[in-house]
């Protein structure tokens, strides 16, 4: 199958990595240039499970692709996706599928713009992936990929890009409900990343003191009444546990919000995710204030450290 | 008139000096040995718009007090309190006047364990006092001091200590409502300290963002829905226009709450700032979910960075 990777960082370039090794036509797009530059010269360097692999894969800035794909996973930041969209038409063809994976909520309201809803599809990852400098990711652990067409009809090509993932190692899963599964993980996102970026804290600093869960339960309630709003029903208890235990497991790690802000001064996807839920709340004439805060915190430390 | 000033940082310093100054009988309280040290060695050195002079004000550890005062002024931080009260019950006599003058909301309600209602002043002021290490302050700008009885019938003595204030070039003013002023107060600090120490800037960076008045907006219009509940009656437009005005006039500094957080790593006083606001909106049933947040993070990053 032909396919496009627009967005080739860290998590982009395993997509392309793995699904170029189980003999896919692949090709990475992004902007970076010395990432760019580094790929052309030298092959995407990859520590694949503690074993380094040089491949060559082809790799364009997004004005200079030209020829149609079958399939396109995205993976800009949130913020950059209609740009690269605008950049990317001449690959997209009557019949190409583009797949979402970004992070936050409500990307199908951008890509309606520039992909006919026929051939959008959405999903979530929860593979991990380390980019340790221009050309060079590592890559470690495992993790899944659901897929589900945006409209019906969509299922059976939508169960064949899913069956590429999983000849890929991808473990690619078809979803009957992946909004569910999309929600629950900006949900997941909207505590850690947010709460964790802003006081300056690892996962396992924030959740030792007794103030974490009830800034979760605040946080978590808004996500869900928003949620619903969308017919999807998070769990309350079930989605709180599980933030538990994810910020116990990583406890030493740094979300990845926090690397974006607070270490690289980059700008963050706040307003996908927390943001996102403040503004729907808004729409639906729901209350959250405790989102709608975080959203402002977050913006002015953004401000305040002059990101990109 | 004999007095003490219970909590001798540096605006308990001021206070003792400027009526030390003025000729009254004056001594010191505070636990700092360093500070106690070198006052006692040294005396207390004051920089005074400029002028640095040298005086001999006696200083006492709390549990060392013996002789009654006709007038107990009150400096520490509030979480201190109780224990400074319970400390100096020696001096406090049947006729003692104790002025309450620390940050925050409801500090009576500790007072009345220690204190008969009719010998509680509170009241609150303006004067900025700087500390430049043990034994030596720093005093510069104007200020003034609004104080009033907590009972109707100690006006007289109140207007007494209030002429005693101007006297020592303290502009004392007996207040027909210090509660609004107190509630003022809190408000002014509940926006400019937590939210300076939470992002860790200076007050011109945060009001240089456009959020920085939507965070604005929902705290204060939490304490005008708490005060409101204690017949208090803030103004909500007059003090969001005071806060923005005060930010912009101190741009370049950080508020007290980051000096103590972010700074030294010392406990701050949130609980009865919009930590007060939270626990009383619960009492009276009305919503504070912002101040409660705020409360939290502010708790959560003392915790983080162990603050004595």
Request: charged fraction near 25%; include cysteine.
């Amino acid at each position: 199958m032909k396919m496009a990777i627009a967005g080739s960082g860290a998590m982009g370039s395993r997509f392309g990595f793995m699904l170029h090794k189980a003999g896919n036509d692949v090709i990475l797009i992004d902007k970076w240039k010395e990432h760019i530059e580094t790929i052309r010269e030298n092959g995407l360097t990859v520590n694949y499970n503690g074993t380094e692999e040089v491949v060559d894969i082809p790799i364009y800035y997004p004005d200079q692709v030209t020829d149609q794909v079958d399939v396109v996973f995205l993976f800009t930041k949130a913020m950059f996706l209609g740009e690269m969209l605008e950049d990317i038409q001449p690959i997209i063809g009557e019949d190409t599928k583009v797949v979402c994976l970004l992070n936050g909520i409500g990307h199908e309201m951008v890509m309606k713009e520039y992909v006919a809803l026929k051939n959008i599809l959405i999903g979530v990852t929860i593979w991990t992936a380390g980019l340790k400098g221009p050309g060079k990711i590592e890559l470690e652990g495992t993790g899944s990929t659901e897929i589900q067409n945006f409209l019906p009809g969509g299922e059976e090509k939508a169960k064949e890009i899913v069956a590429v993932l999983k000849e890929a190692g991808l473990n690619g899963i078809y979803s009957e409900n992946v909004k569910f599964s999309i929600w629950r993980k900006a949900c997941v996102n909207g505590v850690l990343n947010a709460t964790c970026s802003l006081l300056d804290t690892t996962l396992g600093e924030m959740f030792k003191t007794e103030e974490a869960l009830s800034v979760t339960n605040k946080i978590v309630k808004e996500f869900v009444e928003v949620a619903k709003k969308q017919d999807v029903l998070l769990d309350f208890d079930e989605t709180v546990a599980y933030i538990v235990k994810t910020a116990e497991e990583l406890g030493h790690h740094y979300p990845s919000m926090h690397q974006d802000l607070i270490q690289h001064n980059r700008r963050t996807e706040i307003d996908f995710i927390n943001g996102a839920v403040a503004r729907l709340a808004n729409e639906y004439g729901v209350d959250a204030p405790i989102n709608a805060l975080i959203t402002d915190f977050i913006h002015i430390k953004e401000k305040v450290l002059k990101v990109n």
